[in-house]
């Protein structure tokens, strides 16, 4: 797992694999540390709505 950038405060954001590099996803930390997140072949995009803390964005997969 890689941090993009510093934690953002965002009302909405939504993300997706084609955002990343070919087998990983885009996601924030959460997500990232979610032990059910290992296979994210599966996984088109990921929506988070009504943030209401700064999130830290990260990109996941394979190297």
């Known amino acids: ?6 934690p ?3 009302q909405f954001f939504r993300i997706a694999k084609n955002h990343a590099q070919p087998g ?3 996601c924030n930390g959460r997500l990232a540390n ?3 997140m290992g296979d994210v072949s599966r996984i ?8 209401d803390a700064p999130i830290p ?3 996941i997969g394979s190297s």
């Open 44 to 51: 088109d995009e990921v929506s988070v709505k009504a943030v």
């Open 57 to 59: 964005i990260c990109e």
């Open 8 to 10: 953002v405060h965002l």
């Open 24 to 26: 990983r996803i885009i």
């Open 34 to 36: 979610d032990p059910h």
């Open 1 to 6: 797992m890689s941090i993009l950038r510093r």
